[in-house]
């Protein structure tokens, strides 16, 4: 009885320790830092590892250093040629200062995420609908160079922004659908007329030495022949020549002279 009596006696006192140990020792992982705040003053960041607090006096705020992926809720945004699209991004970004990331900024998670979906249809929308579709990247780029300057006194570090979707009318579809198709006619009716006139520059230079020497003339009148009657056809055509025809018209004007 006298044993049970002790062993109850200790029982408290033991609990009490217990206890004690359990708020003063806290364990953090690689990935988190510990804030810790004394009567409610911030003194120190530790960890990770084994951390001891004074309970009661001393309270600690974890805080993960991972990268936080924050998908942007779907935006309305009207562009810079008044064309009125849905647009949805991705934002990558980590904790760099949990000091600041605690103290400057309430919720920094949701501060964040506001000023994503604020920047986004800002940047957005000094842009055609055109720069959406074309240049991503360079958009991406803007947006996440404001977000990261603006976020930096939250001690928050913007690694990328990603553009996932941009939606547009169906109406916009067809015309744009149209646009495209006009576009591919008018480079179609641009490479011909370039054709055309190279092969006219090339024409005129052959045409050019051929006129230096008659001989060539007549090899190239041969060379004609023969890719024809190479052919299976039963009609040959026989180029006349110009300098006969130029033989013909003066012999009348010699006949009239000797008359």
Excluded: C
Aim: aromatic share 6%; hydrophobic share 45%.
């Amino acid at each position: 009885m006298n044993m049970l009596g002790s062993l109850a006696y200790y029982i408290p006192a033991i609990i009490l320790i217990l206890l004690f140990l359990t708020a003063a020792i806290k364990v953090l992982r690689e990935y988190e830092r510990g804030l810790i705040f004394t009567l409610g003053r911030f003194t120190a960041v530790k960890g990770p590892g084994l951390i001891l607090l004074v309970p009661y006096v001393q309270q600690m705020v974890r805080m993960d250093l991972r990268t936080i992926v924050l998908d942007v809720p779907t935006q309305d945004v009207i562009s810079r040629d008044n064309v009125s699209v849905r647009v949805s991004a991705v934002i990558y970004f980590r904790v760099i200062d949990p000091e600041r990331a605690t103290i400057q900024v309430e919720n920094f998670m949701q501060a964040t995420s506001e000023l994503a979906q604020t920047t986004l249809r800002s940047v957005l929308g000094k842009h055609e609908l055109d720069d959406m579709l074309a240049e991503r990247d360079k958009l991406n780029a803007d947006i996440q160079k404001i977000l990261d300057a603006q976020t930096d006194a939250w001690g928050i570090k913007v690694a990328n922004v990603e553009i996932k979707h941009v939606d547009i009318d169906e109406s916009m579809v067809r015309a744009i659908a149209r646009q495209a198709e006009a576009e591919r006619e008018r480079r179609a009716k641009i490479i011909n007329a370039e054709g055309e006139q190279q092969a006219a520059q090339k024409l005129l230079e052959a045409a050019e030495i051929l006129g230096q020497r008659p001989e060539a003339m007549q090899l190239r009148y041969l060379s004609t022949l023969n890719v024809i009657a190479n052919e299976r056809s039963s009609t040959i055509v026989f180029p006349f020549p110009m300098d006969l025809k130029d033989f013909l018209n003066a012999v009348p004007r010699g006949v009239r002279s000797d008359d």
